[in-house]
């Protein structure tokens, strides 16, 4: 793959060799993980030299990043990369149920206005992740390197290129006019590029079930536990990916078999019926994967030659699987754009440009992150017992169908991300939960208890909007960098 550029450095001789500045790539990435590998396609597709740097190029094993909201399949769509769900098993999700104390309710995705391939889709997440890195390096302009990036470098100000380290061990430099950071949540190099506040609210215990049907196919499956919410949905033909959020950081030990214990006595009780010998089974069979659950508002710090993406920029807790759909529609708004610029050598003006990405982003993230911060809240259990009434409001307005279903929906499936319609819906639950207090006859406690619940939802939803930023997520057209043009040159 040529027209890729580096500068390498023999340790042994100290000797440096810089390719002529006409072979260096015009973008390099860092991590080929869901947002790295579709944005090196998408360059790659619109004639950029790309050059991505990964820290390991076999098939990656995670617990998360299994599930594809319909919003995000149509970005696949729009990106070109549609075929990277076919051949690796994955299922067809269509909408969720959602169980509580016995009952249970089905919500499903609006999808009656999509073309019929459109819904959401599950599956391994390093099974698409390998079907994506293999689509960008069919490209002859992009080359995949397996290699370890120690540093940005750094001239004036300017991001110039990246340090890495290779698999043979050899320190190489690369150089490009702008650099993109996708190496993950766990990114050693967002630091210098944003104002990093890593929350974790949570951790995830995954498990693969095997030989068993869910209760609703081609589902998700969310049950509301005590003390806080388990999910299932089907990762391949034969396999049901089951989480169980733990609150907090400390987690049952794995070693000591606690954690075993805690699953079988406190989660396997509340699950549904079907799924108890298979949970059983899967827990016996000791493959328990564990990982924490981070939260982080994109707080950017706007450098020229540099720009953050994917969970180094951003995240949200993966309660209600958004995350690959806001790094993919982020992908299709920075490469509309780069479209108009022939060429991104002058960093400074490019960055005063890509100010924009910022602001045009926000309605769908800041519409998926608020949800996923306030769904993770108000599904926990709680001893408070406003809190346990927003739960129970909750339930019964999805459980309502209509309008109170499918307006919550379109939100979760990143088929309608507006921040609006959520705040809206979100008081709509509060007030439909006051509303069963005071019906037929208030009583003086459940005045008080409906008080705090409307206090409550609100000091659920206000400190993430804030995070989010309320100006870029409600009032957009009104931030300058909105109405950035392009670069002359």
Not at 164 to 184: I, N, Q, S
Not at 393 to 407: E, H, N, P, T
Not at 416 to 437: E, Q
Not at 452 to 470: D, T
Request: proline fraction near 8%; aromatic fraction near 8%; glycine fraction near 10%.
């Amino acid at each position: 793959m040529s027209g890729v550029g580096y500068q390498i450095r023999s340790e042994q001789t100290g000797g440096e060799r810089r390719h002529d500045e006409g072979s260096d790539p015009d973008v390099i990435i860092v991590g080929a993980g869901v947002a790295g590998a579709a944005l090196a396609y998408t360059l790659g597709k619109d004639g950029r030299r790309v050059h991505v740097v990964e820290r390991d190029l076999s098939e990656p094993d995670r617990i998360v990043g299994e599930l594809l909201q319909p919003g995000g399949y149509l970005k696949l769509i729009e990106l070109g990369l549609e075929d990277c769900v076919e051949n690796i098993d994955a299922q067809r999700v269509v909408g969720y149920a959602l169980f509580k104390d016995g009952k249970n309710t089905k919500l499903s995705y609006p999808l009656e206005n999509f073309r019929s391939d459109v819904a959401g889709r599950s599956f391994h997440n390093g099974r698409f992740i390998q079907m994506m890195r293999e689509k960008a390096a069919t490209l002859p302009n992009v080359k995949l390197e397996q290699g370890t990036v120690t540093s940005l470098l750094e001239e004036n100000g300017t991001i110039k290129g990246v340090q890495f380290k290779t698999k043979a061990g050899l320190e190489l430099k690369a150089y490009a006019p702008l650099t993109v950071v996708c190496d993950g949540c766990f990114s050693n190099l967002r630091r210098s590029l944003c104002k990093p506040k890593v929350d974790i609210p949570s951790c995830f215990v995954g498990l693969v079930l095997e030989n068993c049907q869910l209760p609703f196919p081609n589902h998700g499956h969310v049950i509301l536990a005590d003390p806080s919410p388990i999910l299932f949905y089907p990762i391949s033909s034969t396999e049901i990916r089951c989480l169980v959020d733990v609150p907090g950081q400390k987690l049952p030990s794995l070693a000591n078999g606690e954690m075993a214990n805690y699953l079988k006595t406190v989660v396997a009780p509340q699950i549904p019926p079907e799924l108890h010998g298979a949970f059983i089974s899967a827990i016996e069979k000791g493959n328990i994967r564990t990982m924490p659950n981070r939260s982080m508002p994109a707080a950017p710090h706007p450098t020229p030659g540099a720009l953050l993406m994917g969970d180094a920029f951003n995240m949200r807790h993966p309660l209600t699987g958004g995350g690959m759909t806001v790094a993919l529609s982020d992908i299709v708004v920075l490469r509309n754009l780069l479209k108009p610029l022939s060429n991104l050598k002058d960093a400074d003006s490019l960055c005063k440009y890509l100010e924009s990405f910022y602001t045009l982003r926000k309605p769908v993230a800041s519409t998926i992150n608020t949800l996923a911060g306030a769904l993770h809240k108000v599904f926990c259990a709680s001893s408070d017992q406003a809190r346990m009434e927003m739960r129970q409001a909750c339930f019964d307005y999805l459980s309502l169908g209509g309008v109170c279903s499918r307006g919550p929906v379109a939100l979760l499936s990143g088929l309608n991300p507006r921040p609006l319609s959520l705040v809206l819906h979100f008081f709509a639950v509060a007030i439909y939960g006051i509303g069963r207090l005071l019906i037929p006859f208030p009583s003086p406690k459940q005045l008080w208890i409906g008080a705090r619940l409307i206090l409550g939802a609100s000091g659920i939803i206000y400190p993430i909007i804030k995070a989010e930023g309320v100006r870029q997520m409600f009032f957009p057209a009104s931030v300058p960098a909105y109405y950035r043009a392009p670069p002359l040159k």
